[in-house]
């Protein structure tokens, strides 16, 4: 930091460069939802974006588009705290998130748009057995689910009101005062060189998780040594060691929305979906996935909730032995893309757009996709142990033609393995996003360890969701509108400290 040599002051920047009542750092539905909230509270706001203009919007831009907008209140509360399990969520939060959420319809209408219900079915409860499940009711803007619809009323409202956003501007530090503690501002970076934001009221982190962060990911996601994201590639866990460095309490860091099992390659930041394990899809051939040493270790087309499991009784993510590998036959992978070509949602569809071909040979070619004629010849190419990876076939080929899998109880594409040649693609474990953070409260302040706030810093979205446990579908925005309108609010009402 550019700091006046030797002064009391000297953590006070030579200069500001940027100057707002409110500074948001990042721009999804949370940073959103907090700077129309507080731009109606007839203050100044200025957000800071790490992505480039086109490519903000984050995990939200690529979402499936839901939110979630629970009634009545008093079952939403039953819900959340039966979700949130053996992790103490206090209840002030519980109810004040039921209640706030309870007005994201009224909220949508107001900035001009038009919820409407999902109208698929199910409708998506994701735990129905839990007391208040009936609460669920999830909502989207427009016509359409998916296709960044919600996404683009936030987005286009944002620059309808002139709201500045600087872009390619990521947060990098906390501009703390030392004696009183208080947040002042940001210290930004554009093209490499800093930048100074003063933040004349408060400051608001709603910059995402850390799903791009490898060391974070096995420092406090459980069990998993690597795991990439279907979401933005933005998300690096900054506001995660912001907090830190100012002196935040972190909560939910074990808690995410995965895993699944995905195809990362290097040319793609993103994992690519795999349309044969998609739970609700059929193809025809045979599939099966092994761990490392050729083994299978599950039911691949099992559905998850959201890479949940229940296990003797106890939620837990899905086993993912790394490095993973779906093995298919010819039948199935002449019966069309291996890959879901067409989703409403996920980065690499909706942002880089790779052109998967039609016929699986160009990722062929790449060396996405390996082949040989036989099963112990594609072993020794992926490097996994020749007799156990025929071992698995032949069991799989037994449980299909017995049709029950005695193993895993797989009940959907039970066919063998067998038109050669023989074609493996290697998984990753995957997510859509990280639940952790910062701990806030009930007005979005972050709080310290001994739970008194960090004041004039607040928080909103998925960094630092109150999700601790398990995780509602649509959850996470209808959170960032709620969270994002109270820490708009908030903030906006502090008194400027200059
Ligand atoms: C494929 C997919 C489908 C999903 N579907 C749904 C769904 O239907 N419903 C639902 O509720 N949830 C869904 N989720 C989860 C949900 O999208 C996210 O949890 C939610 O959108 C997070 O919003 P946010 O505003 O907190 O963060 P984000 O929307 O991720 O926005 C964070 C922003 O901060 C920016 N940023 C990061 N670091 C910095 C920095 N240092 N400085 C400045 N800016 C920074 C990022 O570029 C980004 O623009 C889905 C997620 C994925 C990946």
Redesign the pocket.
């Known amino acids: 930091m550019a700091l006046q040599n030797q002064s009391p002051d000297a953590w006070i920047p030579d200069r500001w460069d940027h100057e707002a009542d409110v500074v948001i750092?990042?721009?999804?539905?949370?940073?959103?939802a907090a700077a129309i909230t507080a731009q109606d509270a007839m203050v100044s706001v200025l957000m800071?974006?790490?992505?480039p203009e086109g490519?903000?919007?984050?995990?939200?831009?690529?979402?499936?588009?839901?939110?979630?907008n629970a009634a009545p209140v008093d079952d939403a509360i039953a819900y959340f705290k039966a979700m949130a399990g053996p992790y103490t969520v206090p209840d002030e939060m519980i109810r004040v998130w039921a209640e706030e959420g309870a007005k994201n319809n009224d909220w949508v209408r107001s900035i001009g748009g038009d919820p409407q219900e999902h109208q698929h079915q199910p409708v998506g409860i994701e735990f129905p057995d839990l007391p208040g499940a009936n609460s669920v009711h999830?909502y989207h803007h427009g016509d359409t689910v998916g296709y960044s619809g919600t996404w683009k009323l936030f987005e286009r409202v944002v620059k309808e009101r002139d709201i500045p956003v600087l872009y390619e501007?990521?947060?990098?530090q906390l501009i703390q005062n030392p004696l009183t503690r208080e947040i002042l501002g940001v210290k930004?970076e554009q093209n490499g060189k800093p930048v100074y934001v003063k933040a004349k009221r408060a400051v608001i982190l709603?910059?995402?998780?850390f799903?791009n962060n490898q060391e974070m990911i096995r420092n406090y996601l459980p069990g998993i040594p690597y795991c990439y994201?279907?979401?933005?590639p933005?998300?690096?866990g900054?506001?995660v060691r912001?907090g830190m460095e100012v002196g935040a309490d972190l909560w939910h860091m074990n808690n995410f929305?995965g895993p699944s099992m995905g195809l990362k390659v290097p040319e793609y930041r993103t994992t690519f979906s795999m349309i044969a394990l998609h739970f609700s899809k059929e193809m025809p051939g045979g599939m099966i996935v092994v761990g490392p040493e050729g083994e299978r270790f599950g039911d691949e087309k099992y559905k998850t909730s959201h890479g949940k499991i229940k296990v003797s009784g106890r939620w837990g993510p899905m086993s993912v032995p790394c490095p993973m590998f779906m093995i298919v036959d010819h039948t199935l992978f002449s019966s069309g893309p291996i890959y879901d070509k067409e989703p409403s949602?996920?980065?690499n569809p909706i942002v880089d757009r790779y052109d998967w071909s039609d016929d699986n040979r160009a990722e062929l070619s790449r060396g996405w996709i390996k082949t040989a004629d036989t099963i112990p010849e594609l072993a020794r190419i992926i490097g996994v142990d020749a007799t156990n990876l025929e071992g698995s076939v032949e069991r799989w080929n037994g449980h299909c033609q017995g049709e029950e899998d005695r193993d895993f109880g797989r009940t959907k594409m039970l066919a063998p393995l067998s038109q050669p040649p023989f074609y493996a693609v290697e998984l990753s474990p995957s997510m859509?996003?990280t639940q952790g953070g910062p701990r806030r409260n009930e007005k979005a302040q972050v709080v310290r360890p001994d739970g008194t706030p960090l004041p004039r810093l607040y928080s909103?979205?998925?960094?630092g969701?109150m999700f601790s446990y398990l995780y509602q579908?649509?959850?996470?925005?209808?959170?960032?509108l709620s969270f994002?309108r109270i820490s708009g609010r908030n903030a906006a009402a502090e008194k400027p400290w200059a």
């Open positions: 750092v990042g721009f999804g539905a949370a940073g959103a800071l974006e790490k992505a490519q903000e919007g984050g995990n939200t831009r690529v979402a499936g588009q839901g939110y979630l999830k501007t990521p947060g990098k930004a709603t910059c995402g998780g799903e994201t279907t979401g933005t933005y998300n690096e900054d506001g912001m929305a949602h996920a980065w859509l996003n909103a979205g998925e960094l969701s579908g649509t959850g996470n925005i209808g959170e960032c994002g």
